[in-house]
Nanobody, 122 residues
Framework: QVQLVESGGGLVQTGGSLRLSCAASGSFIRVEAMGWYRQGPGKQRELVATITRGYSTNYANSLKGRFTISRDNAKNTVTLQMNNLEPEDTAVYYC????????????????WGQGTQVAVTS
């Protein structure tokens, strides 16, 4: 199996910054695309940013410029640098990964982390 563990969440004032990290562990061939999603109070889960194994990135339009996603293929980690945070960024942030598992050829399995809370106060 594969486990994703997020870290770096917390409470920050408006305008502050946080860096979220996520590490994939377990037995697998390799991690393909990774990403971050979030779910705020009373809202649906939404895409924040994704990054391919080849480092191609995609961001939610409203977040482009404030958030930066990156990854380390050797460490199977993905990070999300969040700058100029706003109260509207308050949410549980979830790590996502598509994984090639041993014995399943090219089939990709999608995994989610447990989530890490980000709270932005005014």
């Amino acid at each position: 199996q594969v486990q994703l563990v997020e870290s770096g969440g917390g409470l920050v004032q408006t305008g502050g910054s946080l860096r979220l990290s996520c590490a994939a562990s377990g037995s697998f061939i390799r991690v393909e695309a990774m990403g971050w999603y979030r779910q705020g109070p009373g809202k649906q889960r939404e895409l924040v940013a994704t990054i391919t194994r080849g480092y191609s990135t995609n961001y939610a339009n409203s977040l482009k410029g404030r958030f930066t996603i990156s990854r380390d293929n050797a460490k199977n980690t993905v990070t999300l640098q969040m700058n100029n945070l706003e109260p509207e960024d308050t949410a549980v942030y979830y790590c996502n990964a598509a994984v090639l598992r041993i014995g399943f050829g090219s089939r990709q399995f999608e995994y989610w982390g447990q989530g890490t809370q980000v709270a932005v106060t005014s």
